[in-house]
Structures are given as C-alpha cells and as structure tokens.
C-alpha cells in the first residue's frame, strides 16, 4: 500500500516570505504522479501542483514549486512570496492508478500580515 | 462551466438511519470519485466510478454504496449510520479517470453529523 506522510501539522510565515511544506511518501511503484492540494476554510480542495515521477525537472506555477526528491521519495512545496489567500489546510497526495489517490493528513499554514 | 456540485451541504442524522448524497460532476468528466474526511484528517478514498462502472473501492463497510448514472451524476449512500460516520464528504471528477493525465477536481462537500 502507498503512503503519504506530512510531518508539519501546523506552519506559519510571514506575508511576501518563503515557505517549505515537507512530504514524503512509500511506494514500490515507479509511474506515479504527486500532488499538492489547498483546501481553504470554504472546504473546497483545489489542485496547487502536479509531478510526474518520471520528469526529473521539478513542477513550478508562479508562485508554486516543488522539490521532488525521486530517490529519497520526497516531494516539498515551495511557496514564494507568500500571501494572506494562501492560508488554508495543505495536502500531499499520490496517485499510480488513476483511480484511487492517497492523501497525507496536512499541513495548516498561516499566512501572518 | 460550473465545477462539481454536491447536495446536500449540511446533513444531520441519527445513528441506524439512512443517507444519500449526491454529486453532479464537471461537464465532460465521465469519472466520480468519493472520499471521507474526518475533521483533522486527509481525505481517504471511498469508491472510483467510471463510465457508470464500480473501478475502485476503499476500506470502507457494505454500509457504504455507491451509483453512477447515464448522465455522470453519481449518489453515495450509507446505511445503519454510526457516530464514526461523522465527516465531511467529498465528490471529485476526473476527465477519465486515467493516471496523473486528470486530476482529480473537488466539490465543495457535505457535512454529515450523525447525532
């Protein structure tokens, strides 16, 4: 079975600061994508970033990027530049079939103005 | 186009009665997704419909069914609620289900309490 583990319960930084959210997963599998998904307090989960495991170039959306570890099955978010809409409840998920995603337990970052 | 809709948003329930929720995804996606979420928690996988076919289902009790119909609409049903059964359901779709090429994109879910 996969699984996906987010070590930072709770994070903070300060408004136009960077921010590091960790995660790192298990699998035996090697065609796989990642994730990170934002949920906000409207509960609503929105796709941050993707990754393909077999892309060694790391996934970047403006202010969004990762840090994809291949080998050591990690995968962090990079957040520049941070602002107040940023926070919300941060998930790491994998996915290898396509029919079943594994999400981690989050992170909540708070964005200090 | 309007994202994916669920119903209803907040649900109250006493233990031993029945359930249904229901989710309308995005336009063109054939593939429905539904995963629990439990208040502090990650979202874990219930059941994958694609194309009116069952092609996943999660570690959840026979309490727990799903349907998807013609249309791509889909219901969850639980039955002979439990306390435990407390969550925040979500639907998600996918264009077709296929790895990693459509992620998965989420509504905005349904409470349920079970009292």
């Not at chain 1, 609503?44 to 403006?62: F, G, H, P």
Request: aromatic share 12%; hydrophobic share 30%.
């Amino acid at each position: 079975a996969q699984t996906v583990t987010q070590s930072q319960p709770e994070m903070s930084v300060q408004e136009a600061e960077t921010v590091t959210l960790s995660c790192t997963y298990d699998t035996s599998e090697n065609n796989y994508y990642l994730f990170w998904y934002k949920q906000p307090p409207s509960r609503q989960m929105i796709l941050v970033i993707r990754q393909e495991a077999y892309k060694q170039q790391n996934a970047t959306e403006n202010r969004f990027s990762v840090n994809f570890q291949k080998a050591a099955k990690s995968f962090s978010l990079k957040i520049s530049d941070s602002q107040l809409g940023d926070t919300a409840m941060y998930f790491c998920a994998f996915d290898n079939t396509g029919n079943q995603f594994y999400f981690g337990t989050g992170t909540s970052l708070t964005v200090i103005p | 186009d309007a994202g994916v809709t669920q119903s209803p948003t907040h649900l109250i329930k006493t233990r031993g009665q029945h359930v249904t929720l229901r989710c309308s995804p995005i336009s063109g996606h054939k593939s429905v997704s539904w995963y629990q979420q439990v208040l502090g928690q990650g979202p874990q996988f219930i059941f994958q419909y694609y194309e009116k076919e069952e092609r996943g289902r999660g570690n959840f009790p026979d309490r727990f069914s799903a349907r998807q119909f013609p249309n791509y609409s889909s219901e969850l049903n639980v039955n002979a609620l439990l306390l435990g059964d407390s969550a925040l359901y979500l639907c998600a779709s996918s264009l077709d289900g296929g790895i990693g090429n459509s992620p998965l994109h989420f509504g905005n879910g349904t409470r349920l309490t079970v009292t």
